[in-house]
């Protein structure tokens, strides 16, 4: 019989989809916080901004390991969820409704919903930002502009609501991979709960309240 690779084993692939949202989730930590300094002001954001143009090819070997880490885990999320429906005996999820089919139904359900915010993300603030030269509108791209920022309440309302998509995907994650890693050490399991707690929720929230702020709650003062 051929021996698979680790990476080619079920256990494998939910090691890596579980290493690959890690490594996502560091990115929203860093991408938080340089976006939280656009409540320092135009000045800071823009300063902030164009100081990256000066590590850009870092940041294009940066981007291309973001799309790897993504591709691996939406692929493996696909691979996991097409062999878990295949290898269920017939008839059996309508005799039982087991926790873990509807858990991972959701989990697909935030993950293509967080897909498709993320291809209007970039298609709007990032494919932008590669094609402007006047580095004192970057804020203004972000919180004024009235078709693709947030000066238009309804891309507000669309980030806000996928910061709450974010933060259900990140909460099933964590709790699943817990599972899938047997991790029942109670001071353990207290303390990765604590440090899911940044990333599920405190990020998550940190979106949130930048979209809300600058789309819904400042024309409103
Ligand atoms: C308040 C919410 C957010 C704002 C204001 C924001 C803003 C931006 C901006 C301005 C860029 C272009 C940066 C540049 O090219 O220099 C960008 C890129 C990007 N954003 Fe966001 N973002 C937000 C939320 C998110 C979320 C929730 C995700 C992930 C689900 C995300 C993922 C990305 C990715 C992958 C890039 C391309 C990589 C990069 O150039 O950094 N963003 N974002």
């Known amino acids: 019989m051929k021996k698979l690779s680790l990476f080619q084993t079920t256990i494998g692939k939910k090691l890596l989809m579980a290493l690959t949202g890690i490594l996502f989730c560091f990115f929203l930590l860093v991408h938080l916080l340089n976006n939280l300094t656009l ?4 000045d800071s954001f823009n300063a902030l901004v164009s100081s990256l143009e000066y590590i850009k090819p870092l940041i294009r070997v940066l981007e291309v390991l973001l799309l790897i880490i993504l591709v691996t885990h939406i692929y493996n999320a696909f691979f996991l969820s ?8 017939s008839g059996y999820s309508s005799q039982i409704k087991d926790s873990s089919t509807i858990s ?8 293509v919903t967080i897909l498709l915010f993320l291809v209007v993300h970039l298609g709007t603030f990032w494919r932008i930002f590669q ?3 006047d580095h004192s509108i970057y804020y203004d ?3 004024k502009n009235n078709i693709v920022g947030f000066g238009n309440p309804l891309i507000a309302v669309l980030y806000m609501a996928a910061s709450i998509f974010i933060g259900m995907h990140l909460k099933h994650g964590f709790e699943s991979s817990f599972k899938t ?3 029942s050490n109670v001071r353990t399991k207290n303390i990765i709960n604590k440090v899911a707690i940044l990333f599920w929720f405190v990020v998550p929230f940190g979106f949130f309240v930048i979209s809300a702020w600058f789309g819904i709650i400042k024309g409103l003062l």
């Open 82 to 89: 097409y062999k878990s429906k295949s290898s269920r005996p």
């Open 181 to 183: 890693f047997g991790i």
């Open 104 to 111: 991972s139904k959701t989990m697909l359900i935030s993950g």
């Open 141 to 143: 791209i972000v919180t």
């Open 131 to 133: 094609s402007v030269d």
């Open 39 to 42: 409540f320092l002001g135009p």
